[in-house]
């Protein structure tokens, strides 16, 4: 089944990735969310553990794409974290913010 997630009030126009990951409190051992400020990423905190790394379109300030889960009884419950990655060289030092974070969980019918 496909799950649609759209990422809305980003820059037109600007590379865009959805980062997708079963966990919300660490990441490589670092608890969650990390601060990336030292990065050069201001404000901005890293709330997902990165495990899949999706572009997605996003030509007029939203981007969207549907996820794609399979079909299988043992996914149900299952929580999906996602978060935004939009790189904007003119946000900071590092050039890209990071979105809010959304949690999915796996259903049936």
Do not use: K, Y
């Not at 969310?33 to 790394?53: E, I, K, N, S, Y």
């Not at 572009?55 to 300030?61: K, M, R």
């Not at 939009?86 to 959304?102: C, E, K, Q, T, Y």
């Amino acid at each position: 089944m496909s799950f649609p997630v759209a990422l809305s009030n980003l820059p037109a126009g600007r590379s865009t990735l959805l980062w997708a990951g079963t966990s919300n409190t660490s990441w490589a051992g670092v608890p969650l969310p990390l601060d990336l400020t030292g990065a050069g990423l201001a404000g901005c905190f890293l709330r997902v553990r990165p495990t899949l790394a999706l572009p997605v379109f996003n030509v007029t300030g939203t981007a969207r794409v549907d996820l794609w889960i399979p079909d299988d009884a043992s996914l149900v419950g299952t929580r999906l974290h996602l978060q935004g990655l939009v790189l904007d060289p003119l946000a900071n030092a590092f050039g890209a913010v990071l979105s809010n974070a959304a949690e999915c969980v796996v259903g049936a019918r």
